[in-house]
């Protein structure tokens, strides 16, 4: 069974500083590409950011774009999301994707169906 298990979510302050990373678990796979959405209470899921694998591009949501930086490992696919610059606005379940057969080459990096594993998710508040 493939799964991602995500870290490093918690509470910070305003203009602070948080840094997630996603890891795979289980059986081994390899990702077409990988990235972040999240939920806040009472609004829908949105896309963050996601990364290709086999050369790092990255996309980035426009409300986080010069803030947050994603970054991948593909030793162990792993991917990271650096958060600077925090906001409330910020605060979120933040989950982990993975589109293991290139579906983003249709669909884009910002559809929900453009992807095969979710992680749990993991929060991330902001105070303020």
């Known amino acids: 069974q493939m799964q991602l298990i995500e870290s490093g979510g918690g509470l910070v302050q305003t203009g602070g500083s948080l840094r997630l990373s996603c890891a795979p678990v289980g059986r081994t796979f390899s990702s077409y590409g990988m990235g972040w959405f999240r939920q806040a209470p009472g609004k829908e899921r949105e896309f963050v950011a996601a990364i290709k694998m086999s050369d790092s591009t990255p996309e980035y949501a426009y409300s986080v774009k010069g803030r947050f930086t994603i970054s991948r490992d593909k030793r162990n696919n792993t991917v990271y999301l650096q958060m600077n610059n925090l906001k409330p606005e910020d605060t979120a379940v933040y989950s982990c994707?993975?589109?293991?057969?290139?579906?983003?080459?249709?669909?884009?990096?910002?559809?929900?169906?453009?992807?095969?594993?979710w992680g749990q998710g993991i929060q991330v508040t902001v105070s303020s």
């Open positions: 994707v993975a589109d293991l057969y290139g579906r983003a080459n249709v669909g884009g990096w910002y559809r929900l169906s453009t992807y095969d594993l």
